[in-house]
T-cell receptor
Framework: KAGVTQTPRYLIKTRGQQVTLSCSPI?????VSWYQQTPGQGLQFLFE???????NKGNFPGRFSGRQFSNSRSEMNVSTLELGDSALYLC????????????FGPGTRLTVT | GEDVEQSLFLSVREGDSSVINCTYT??????LYWYKQEPGAGLQLLTY?????DMKQDQRLTVLLNKKDKHLSLRIADTQTGDSAIYFC????????????FGRGTSLIVHP
């Protein structure tokens, strides 16, 4: 069974631009969660989607948004990029919501200049 | 302070056992996890334990939970150079919608 895939793997953007990251979960998994990983803040939860609905949201500004499609694929969008948005963005999929095991993708490394 | 705390570094010799420690603050933690992250990769779930368990063993990995002291440990027997990575402890609670809270990670260095 294929694992979680994330595209693109690397991205360089300029301050003020917007970016869209994509995540394809493991086949059959309906929950997708997004995390931001930085050296300063560690791993921080962004949001979770299940059956195309946002179920949980972390403490991030409204510039960070996401969505999930009917095939469970998910995208996250960051508008008006800031230097501090430079991070590894990780997507994790799980069968369902509420405590089931999460499987992580390799991440998208975003650099904002 | 941090909800989940781990020491930053651990250095061991190949063949020895490694013990990575973690403390957490939420007494209602339901699941406690150990993840491994290799350079340039995402997180790999190694094992997890329910809060009503004291110990879980899976091949070279042994997880010990002291619920009274809110202390979790991961023991890796016969540590190999391929075990060099960052190890993250995480906890989740029903009240937190089971969203895991991660520690900062312990960088395990295995030298010959």
């Amino acid at each position: 069974k294929a694992g979680v895939t994330q595209t693109p793997r690397y991205l360089i953007k300029t301050r003020g631009q917007q970016v869209t990251l994509s995540c394809s979960p493991i086949s059959g998994h309906r929950s997708v969660s997004w995390y931001q990983q930085t050296p300063g803040q560690g791993l921080q939860f962004l949001f979770e989607y299940f059956s195309e609905t946002q179920r949980n949201k972390g403490n991030f500004p409204g510039r960070f948004s996401g969505r999930q499609f009917s095939n469970s694929r998910s995208e996250m969008n960051v508008s008006t990029l800031e230097l501090g948005d430079s991070a590894l963005y990780l997507c994790a999929s799980s069968l369902t919501t509420g405590g089931s095991e999460q499987y992580f993708g390799p991440g998208t490394r975003l650099t904002v200049t | 302070g941090e909800d989940v705390e781990q020491s930053l570094f651990l250095s061991v010799r190949e063949g020895d056992s490694s013990v990575i420690n973690c403390t957490y603050t939420d007494s209602s933690s339901t699941y406690l996890y150990w993840y491994k992250q290799e350079p340039g990769a995402g997180l790999q779930l190694l094992t997890y334990i329910f809060s009503n368990m004291d110990m879980k063993q899976d091949q070279r990995l042994t997880v010990l939970l002291n619920k009274k002291d809110k202390h979790l440990s991961l023991r890796i027997a016969d540590t190999q150079t391929g075990d060099s990575a960052i190890y993250f402890c995480a906890e989740s609670t029903r009240g937190g919608s089971y969203i895991p809270t991660f520690g900062r990670g312990t960088s395990l260095i295995v030298h010959p």
